[in-house]
């Protein structure tokens, strides 16, 4: 209890806890947009080769966990210094033991992993429908289809939630992200090959 009281101390007086709830929608939105995207490719493209399937989706959430990961590690890390920087200058003293020194170390990672990792998790699991179906044959018979509804569902949720963060009416929320969800598949429609 008392880690976690630290932690939230932390989280606190850098803000950082908005920064990864920012980071959690954003990025959970890429990540589940970009599936959708994907699912979509194969879709329109008639690919329902599973292992083709995983994998490409598989290798699409690495990267973007990864960048994720890395790019806002360098930027967190790079404005948290920076910050701390400008607070011993003002306060004519080093902090680098202090709760600020330590949060400038920690809160970068926390928000890092929070902005890679959510992609992914998100990622794998639009993909369930795709890997059950592969573990177990039979067991689903329209897969891509329904990681396809999946993807829908996780954008809607997301929206939802980012309307009960802002204070607005959450169902119009989710309907908004829901809209830009179509008129990816839309535009991804219109664009196959001929």
Same mark, same amino acid.
């Given at each position: 209890?008392?880690?976690?009281?630290?932690?939230?101390?932390?989280?606190?007086?850098?803000?950082?806890?908005?920064?990864?709830?920012?980071?959690?929608?954003?990025?959970?939105?890429?990540?589940?947009?970009?599936?959708?995207?994907?699912?979509?490719?194969?879709?329109?493209?008639?690919?329902?080769?599973?292992?083709?399937?995983?994998?490409?989706?598989?290798?699409?959430?690495?990267?973007?966990?990864?960048? @994720?990961?890395?790019?806002?590690? /360098? %930027?967190?890390?790079?404005?948290?210094?920076?910050?701390? $920087?400008? &607070?011993?200058? *003002?306060?004519?003293?080093?902090?680098?033991?202090?709760?600020?020194?330590?949060?400038?170390?920690?809160?970068?990672?926390?928000?890092?992993?929070?902005?890679?990792?959510?992609?992914?998790?998100?990622?794998?699991?639009?993909?369930?429908?795709?890997?059950?179906?592969?573990?177990?044959?039979?067991?689903?018979?329209?897969?891509?289809?329904?990681?396809?509804?999946?993807?829908?569902?996780?954008?809607?949720?997301? @929206?939802?939630?980012?309307?009960? /963060? %802002?204070?607005?009416?959450?169902?119009?929320?989710?309907? $908004?992200? &829901?809209?830009? *969800?179509?008129?990816?598949?839309?535009?991804?429609?219109?664009?196959?090959?001929?």
């Amino acid at each position: 209890m008392r880690l976690i009281n630290q932690f939230s101390f932390l989280a606190n007086i850098t803000r950082s806890h908005l920064i990864a709830r920012r980071y959690f929608v954003v990025n959970g939105f890429d990540g589940a947009l970009a599936m959708l995207g994907l699912l979509m490719g194969f879709h329109v493209s008639n690919q329902t080769d599973l292992i083709t399937v995983i994998n490409v989706c598989l290798g699409a959430a690495v990267a973007l966990g990864m960048s @994720g990961i890395t790019s806002a590690y /360098i %930027s967190e890390a790079a404005e948290k210094q920076q910050e701390l $920087k400008n &607070l011993e200058e *003002a306060m004519l003293s080093n902090l680098s033991q202090s709760a600020h020194g330590r949060a400038a170390r920690i809160m970068p990672m926390v928000v890092a992993a929070t902005n890679g990792l959510t992609p992914f998790i998100i990622a794998i699991i639009i993909m369930l429908p795709l890997m059950i179906a592969r573990w177990i044959p039979g067991l689903i018979e329209n897969p891509l289809e329904i990681a396809t509804l999946l993807a829908f569902i996780l954008i809607f949720l997301l @929206g939802v939630f980012l309307g009960r /963060i %802002s204070g607005h009416l959450w169902l119009w929320s989710g309907i $908004k992200t &829901l809209f830009v *969800a179509l008129i990816t598949t839309l535009i991804i429609y219109l664009l196959r090959p001929l």
